[in-house]
């Protein structure tokens, strides 16, 4: 690999929605990392009515409104031209992903690849006894399967929202589902462009204030819809 004469510049985005508990730590935590020249981006809901943008401003983050809110996708979709990194990071603003797991992402980007997916349940990983229940674990274990068909690749942990991207493949898969979906979309998108995707085993906590965003059933159905919408389309063009 070419040595850099200059620290390698990450743009870490963090989509939230009355975090206001969550959102310091996550912020402070990801500061800490000293190895590259770094920014944080919250994404702040418009329907948020506690005190997140506050915390976030005051722990060190830039926060962007984006306006009417569609959805996590659109959110990170529309901060995305504010990023000043080479290597976009996404991450959950609710500290169940744990911030110094983000150079072990970034690293294999460094290495040749062009996206590197968290995954909870790579080998190595470490989900938190209780952080996930059994029917969204067997909800997790099938679309990452779907997602992997379409793919041609073993995708461990396709809905995780820990994902690291080189900013040109991000801009180049060309976001365009607005809700929880995207998930599957950049991953799909990825491959059949035939960037290269590693999966990297990461810890996963137990969430400790606050509920989370995600309706498993419906959000489930947005997730198989998405990979077959976006799977099948690659298929035909």
């Not at 989509?15 to 730590?25: D, G, M, S």
């Not at 809901?45 to 722990?59: F, L, M, P, Q």
């Not at 965003?213 to 298929?235: A, C, H, M």
Request: proline fraction near 4%.
């Amino acid at each position: 690999m070419k040595k850099r004469n200059n620290p390698l510049f990450l743009s870490v985005m963090i989509a939230a929605l009355n975090e206001e508990k969550n959102i310091e730590r996550t912020i402070r935590e990801t500061l800490k990392i000293k190895k590259y020249k770094l920014e944080v981006l919250v994404v702040l809901d418009s329907k948020t009515t506690d005190r997140t943008e506050e915390v976030a401003k005051k722990a060190g983050a830039k926060v962007i409104q984006t306006g009417k809110w569609l959805g996590k996708g659109a959110a990170l979709r529309l901060a995305l031209p504010f990023t000043k990194g080479d290597i976009v990071v996404q991450m959950d603003a609710d500290y169940q992903f744990m911030p110094y797991d983000i150079p072990k992402l970034v690293e294999p980007l460094l290495r040749g690849f062009d996206v590197a997916l968290g995954s909870r349940y790579e080998k190595g990983g470490n989900p938190e006894k209780g952080s996930v229940t059994k029917l969204r674990r067997i909800g997790i274990f099938g679309l990452s399967l779907l997602t992997s068909i379409f793919c041609g690749q073993l995708i461990t942990d396709m809905p995780a929202g820990f994902k690291a991207f080189k900013k040109k493949v991000l801009k180049d898969i060309n976001m365009q589902i607005n809700h929880y979906g995207y998930e599957a979309e950049v991953i799909i998108k990825a491959a059949q462009k035939n960037y290269k995707i590693i999966c990297v085993p990461i810890d996963y906590k137990t969430r400790v204030a606050g509920n989370s965003k995600l309706i498993p059933f419906k959000d489930g159905y947005l997730f198989l819809k998405t990979i077959l919408s976006v799977g099948l389309r690659g298929f035909f063009n």
